[in-house]
Nanobody, 117 residues
Framework: EVQLQASGGGFVQARGYLSLSCVAS????????IGWFRQAPGKGREGVAC???????NYADSVKGRFTISRDNAKKTVYLQMNSLKLEDTATYYC???????????WGKGTLVTVSS
């Protein structure tokens, strides 16, 4: 069974930090690009960061310099370190795995991040 389990969300004050994890199972993790997406209340889902199979990272402009994505293939886990959190970072965060060779895509259930003033 394919699973992507995101965790680490919670309540944090503005300028604080949180670390999210996404643990994968049921597919060959090393072959997949992993991305973090988020969806704020009343808004569409947007890409936050992604990491290639070789570890190259890309970020949305809104989080550059504050968020860091990393992966540990041995643990089949991707992390999102979120620093200097802002109110507008409040959202449900999802991880997605994509094999761009064949388009296979998996989504995990989200984890809620709430940033308060």
């Amino acid at each position: 069974e394919v699973q992507l389990q995101a965790s680490g969300g919670g309540f944090v004050q503005a300028r604080g930090y949180l670390s999210l994890s996404c643990v994968a199972s049921g597919f060959i993790f090393d072959d997949y690009v992993i991305g973090w997406f988020r969806q704020a209340p009343g808004k569409g889902r947007e890409g936050v960061a992604c990491i290639s199979i070789r570890g190259s990272a890309n970020y949305a402009d809104s989080v550059k310099g504050r968020f860091t994505i990393s992966r540990d293939n041995a643990k089949k886990t991707v992390y999102l370190q979120m620093n200097s959190l802002k109110l507008e970072d409040t959202a449900t965060y999802y991880c997605k795995a994509t094999d761009y060779r064949n388009g296979m895509t998996y989504w995990g259930k989200g984890t809620l991040v709430t940033v308060s003033s």
